[in-house]
């Protein structure tokens, strides 16, 4: 076998993961995963299965085995030019059997999302006393070690720990809905990302990173070097927002203004939509109380941040072609579209869909507006 060949590994078990057993992999018709930057990511399964022969008198010998169980654990591992990428690690959710009208010829699908859901799962109440979010935030993720999770926790700006003659921090929500009520107080965002190894996870709870080493170039164009089918650009001036309003600091009693700013992330368009002073920019009004002038910038901050590009670009490629994996929160650079178009994107969405004998990657790309900030992208 060529070394460099593409290669899909899929680890699965009610506890921890192993290879799948061969019958289960050599029934697979197809696997798609999807990585969001804002969505949860999720996963589906396509095997083929039949009751012929004495294996199928009780029942399909897929569902048999168990390996296909709700709950669950996935891992999917692409191995490409030589590299492993883990896609997802993730739990099954939902079960479907199509029968079909010929013997031997059924589909099962299993359909599945991240080890999210395994925090998504039980309303709680509980009081974190004299612990500030970054703390209340590592104690919360702690408890899913278990499933290989490690917090990777990023202080806010100001830290306020509480008296408990003053305020007790409580919840009364599952423990990824308060993950993510802390991470917005501060403009933050929560997600995990599969991996350095198989089986374990980083719990990211942090500010939005747009930055790294940027994936091969996305080529368009009749030319030689195109790789990208179906490509389409689309700009929506209405999409970004402004935030004013003011706050009554609870710290000092004191009405101060709470104004977002433009370009806190890293810009990636030349001439971006999200300005003052360019086109017709929307204002929200900044209406919530109880918080410091601190948290109440990072909030407002957080929503601006939150209203999305105004440029977005979906397209599909052939990965042997291209070359590269694409990874919802990265970078990716394009070419041969026009200055407007070229340059540098951040990742939003990547669908992933394995067939026999071929891997397709179909992508949505996002900035803030049109025009390259660099002369040239990564070949």
């Known amino acids: 076998m060529d070394p460099l060949s593409t290669k899909l590994t899929v680890l699965i078990g009610a506890t921890l993961p192993a290879p799948a057993p061969p019958r289960l992999v050599e029934s697979i018709r ?135 003659i003053d305020r007790i921090p409580g919840q009364q929500t599952t423990d990824l809905a308060f993950l993510r009520i802390l991470a917005r107080r501060f403009g933050y965002v929560f997600h995990l990302t599969p991996g350095p190894a198989p089986a374990t996870s980083v719990a990211y709870w942090g500010p939005p990173v747009r930055a790294g080493v940027p994936a091969r170039a996305l080529s368009a164009g009749p030319g030689v070097e195109a790789n990208v089918t179906g490509l389409s650009f689309r700009q929506d001036v209405l999409t970004p927002f402004q935030v004013s309003g003011s706050i009554l600091d609870r710290l000092t009693n004191a009405e101060l203004p709470v104004h977002s700013l433009p370009g806190l992330r890293v810009p990636l368009a030349a001439e971006a939509d999200d300005l003052p002073g360019t086109g017709h920019p929307r204002t929200r009004q900044f209406r919530e109380s109880g918080l410091s002038a601190t948290q109440a910038l990072a909030r407002a901050q957080g929503m601006a941040d939150g209203a999305g590009d105004s440029l977005t670009v979906t397209g599909n490629v052939d990965t042997e072609r291209y070359g590269d994996v694409l990874t919802a929160r990265g970078l990716v650079g394009l070419r041969g579209a026009g200055w407007r178009h070229d340059g540098l994107y951040a990742v939003k969405r990547v669908t992933h869909t394995f067939t026999r004998g071929r891997y397709t990657q179909s992508f949505t790309l996002s900035r803030e507006g049109v025009g390259s900030t660099v002369p040239a992208v990564r070949p």
């Open 30 to 164: 197809r696997v798609q995963v999807t990585t969001s930057d804002s969505a949860r990511p999720g996963f589906q399964i396509v095997v083929a299965d039949g009751r012929s022969g004495p294996g199928g008198l009780v029942d399909y010998p897929l569902l048999m085995d168990g390996s296909l169980d709700p709950f669950n654990r996935v891992i999917l591992i692409v191995t490409f030019r030589g590299t492993p990428h883990i896609l997802i690690d993730g739990v099954i959710t939902h079960r479907e059997l199509t029968p079909a009208a010929a013997p031997g010829g059924s589909d099962i699908t299993v359909t599945g999302e991240d080890l999210t859901v395994m925090m998504d799962l039980e309303e709680r109440s509980a009081e974190y006393p004299a612990s500030d979010e970054a703390a209340i935030v590592e104690q919360v993720i702690l408890g899913y070690a278990r499933y290989g999770i490690t917090p990777s926790v990023v202080p806010p700006p100001t830290l306020d720990p509480p008296l408990p």
